[in-house]
């Protein structure tokens, strides 16, 4: 659909009104000494405008102001409190009162009609209609339908009213002629299914549930008659409309609206508002009447079962939840755990998790309360690497051990992280992996040193002493590798130890001769030796 264009009127302190159209240069219309202007409304089709002066002066004009539809005065030397448009042709207003009274005028052409209330009014506009306010009631203001004047008007031979009086005949069982007749004319004439879609109109439109009853029970009579072509999918999609806006009416729901207002909200919306109330039950019934899926209504409803039961013990909220989400299918327990987790109900919170089918939301949710243990048990028995990586990251943000943090402060706080993981060999070793790519080797050689790692451990002892600028300093490093495999549990390790102590004489053997074979292999330093006659 085409996008309106956006228009704005402005009043100015010289008496004149300002029109700015979008994508346009504004336009000045001058008001004939009537400004300068202190309210203005304009009508829902946005086709006219209603202003207003400083002395109480009204007038109605199109939007172009060429020229002034009617005018009149409140007589009374001061300007209305508000302004608002009942429909297209009826113009409301208040002026506030003494002794805490207020006047509602409504303005139809020349005719004129006032209300007094008690308090102070506000109007709201609607759609088609206004409501109005007050301390303890609310009216809405609608124009009549021109079609359910047309019904009403005793001796109407519109065809809907024929049908309505061939209904009401055939109900009080009258001679069969005498409705048979109606039906006739209204089938030779062809106005028999205009006749039946106006009941339907009307009906939906009518706000008495007596005079629905009729609207309907002429059209249910009229589709009677009609060919076997005719589908009465629209009759019984108007029933279930109307079913839902009589439940919106009564009072302690508050939300009483017109088949205009429910067909711009939709019936989506209509729920939302409902659960925005806290109208479960209704929110419920209006769901199963229109076919729209519950689930939004018991998941609103559950996050609030949450919230409003903290005196109460978490297992038994929780199987009260669950037994009324059974009744209605699935429910989003990710939202309701989450509403758990942010009021501290952390009991309730984990057996809500566990009724979480994405494997990946129960991780998310574990880490939101802080449980980073459960959250990695749950990961690896997933078995999603990525998963268990990600879990990993949030438990070194947690624990404050990123990789840009000072390593003294950082130092201290790995033991209980290493605690954590070290039963884990996938999480060990995607740590690992995470510490060679950030390329922290203080890191490693804490981490091997933990977990008992001797191999892992020797190796980087390793890298330093190839990385050694001498030779002395290569032996002490040769030196901690062999102190490392012999204070090693695992048996083998002595072979590793010998191995690393003749490495140890035979540089130790080439610095001492000041012919240093330090930069050649272990094997090919026994060739070069005797060669060399150091031995």
Known sequence: PTRPTLRVLLGTVKGTVVLVTQGQPPEVH????????????????????????ASGELWVSPLDFSQILN?????????????????????????????????????VGPESASFMRHGAIVLAPEVDGVRVLTNKHSEFFQPL????????????????????????????????EDYSEYIRHLKVQGELVTAVEGCVDSALREIDPQAQRGLLEAAAFGTCFLEDSHSPTTLVKACKTIRCLNSLNPPAVGMAMSYEQYLLLGPALTIQRLIHRRQHKVGLEVSAILGEPPEPVVEHWAC????????????????????????????????????????????????????????RKQVKLLISM????????????????????????????????????????????YKAFFDMIKDSPVACDLFERYAQAIRDTKLLTMFHHYTDNTMALAQITLRYARQADSGEATARFLDEIQRIYQAAPAPGMNFYADATGQEIHLLRLGYDSKKPVCTIPVSYTHLTLPTKRIV
């Open 30 to 53: 001058h008001l004939q000494n009537r400004g300068p202007v202190q309210k203005m409304v304009v009508t829902p089709s946005g086709t006219l405008v209603c202003c207003c002066n």
């Open 71 to 107: 005018g009149w005065s409140t007589n009374l030397g001061q300007i209305p409190a508000q302004l608002a448009w009942c429909g297209e042709n009826c113009l409301v207003y208040t002026i506030s009162g003494e002794n805490h009274l207020s006047k509602l005028v409504l303005k």
């Open 145 to 176: 339908d021109t079609l359910m004047v047309q019904i009403m008007t005793p001796g109407s031979v519109h065809p809907t009213a024929v049908l309505c009086e061939a209904c009401e005949l055939y109900s009080h069982a009258s001679d069969q």
């Open 304 to 359: 609030c079962k949450v919230r409003d039961t903290l005196e109460l013990d978490d297992k038994d909220v929780f199987e009260s939840i669950v037994e009324v989400v059974q009744q209605f299918g699935q429910i989003s327990y990710p939202a309701v755990a989450t509403a758990a987790i942010n009021l501290g109900r952390r009991d309730l919170a984990r057996c809500l998790i566990e009724r979480v089918d994405s494997p």
């Open 370 to 413: 802080g449980s980073s243990a459960p959250a990695l048990n749950k990961a690896l028995q997933v078995g999603d690497i990525e998963l268990v990586y990600a879990v990993l990251l949030y438990m070194l943000r947690d624990f404050g051990l990123e990789h840009f943090t000072p390593w003294n402060s950082r130092k201290s706080r």
